[in-house]
């Protein structure tokens, strides 16, 4: 397993990260996975075995369930984990119980300190915007939570990245702890950040986590153009996050290639291309058997070829779109000249 600094901190965390989304299978997240406590213990023991030291949960997956059962297998281990939550989703019925509201983050971060068993969060993550709340007073909550303690250091997801920026703008205007990092959706087959939020992360030095770096289980290897996936798959069930089919289609097919040539899943394959993408911090993994995981963990030594990474990038190539091909256009203007 190798180990990559967290944006611009000096916390290093696992390649990949062990997402406990699919733990609990309560309401709404039954169809994402239903992984008892036995189960979790086993697939935790398994990742910590094999050197992860991230894990990342959210208080909305399962009712807080998933909290609770990640807390408990991890146990004693949870001093040597870099662990990771969030805050935004709806956890009751009341008009205050959701968004980004300081009372929302106050009660929040405590039931999920409670429900983790640990006195302090390593990252805990914003769920995405509220355009309700003023940034101020989100980024304000969140900086009090790091001077006390009980959290260290400060993340979002799902932001657009004038939303992203606006809110590392008033952080830095006001001094308060910042984002380091962004919970991304990514994969071979939707690389739609790589146009805005890659440059903005680059630039702002933060790092890059990855969530359902398969699509849903979509770049699997279990669908094709012939074939829809087994009954009960993710996908059938669920069909998120959107793929544009066709496209990612011709992908998988360039994908089952490269796969063949080493011996591996296609799923493997798609995991590492992501693993080479030098702007990837960390992938979240979410197996829900222990065979995925393997499979999944095998992914770190897969090492794809130049020629390899070409025919990867030329299928999966974002069309181009203003202002991007314009900047570009303009940037080879202020190439200076060779001598």
């Known amino acids: 397993m190798n180990y990559r600094q967290l944006g611009r901190t000096g916390l290093f965390v696992s390649e990949l990260c062990f997402g406990a989304m699919t733990f609990g299978g309560e309401g709404y997240w039954k169809a994402i996975g239903a992984q008892g406590q036995a189960e979790a213990d086993k697939l ?59 009372g929302h983050i106050m009660d929040s971060v ?21 355009a309700v709340t003023p940034l101020d007073e989100t980024l304000r909550a969140l900086d009090d939570l790091v001077r006390q303690g009980k959290v260290r250091y400060l993340g979002a997801s799902n932001l657009a990245a004038w939303q992203l ?17 962004l919970q991304a959706y990514y994969t071979i087959a939707g690389r739609d ?17 990855v969530w359902s770096p398969l699509a849903g289980g979509f770049l699997s290897g279990k669908y094709r153009r012939e074939q829809q996936g087994p009954q009960g798959s993710r996908r059938v069930e669920f069909d998120f996050p959107p793929v544009n089919k066709e496209r990612a289609y011709d992908i998988i097919d360039v994908m089952d290639g490269v796969a063949k040539e080493h011996g591996v899943s296609v799923a493997r394959v798609a995991l590492a291309w992501l693993l080479h993408q030098s702007h990837v911090t960390t992938i979240i993994i979410g197996a829900k058997t222990e065979q995925q ?3 999944n963990l095998a992914a770190t030594t897969l090492k794809l070829s130049p020629e390899q990474l070409a025919k990867l990038d030329a299928v999966s190539k974002l069309p181009p779109e203003y202002p991007q091909w314009m900047l570009e256009f303009q940037g080879k203007e202020r190439v200076p000249p060779t001598q």
């Open 44 to 102: 935790v023991g398994r990742s910590l075995d094999a050197g992860i030291n991230f894990f990342d949960t959210a208080n909305v997956y399962s009712h807080g369930v998933s909290e609770q059962m990640l807390g408990k297998a991890l146990g004693a281990k949870r001093s040597s984990v870099v662990l990771a939550t969030k805050v935004r989703g709806r956890m009751g019925p009341g008009v205050n119980e959701l968004g980004l509201s300081r």
């Open 110 to 130: 405590h039931a999920s300190l409670k429900r983790l068993g640990t006195d302090y969060i390593d990252l805990y993550q914003i769920h995405g915007y509220d």
């Open 165 to 181: 920026m606006k809110a590392l703008g008033i952080s830095e205007h006001k001094g308060l702890a910042r984002f380091e990092s």
């Open 193 to 209: 950040l790589e146009r805005e939020l890659v440059p903005l992360m680059k630039d702002q030095h933060l790092g890059l986590m």
């Open 293 to 295: 995981l393997e499979d």
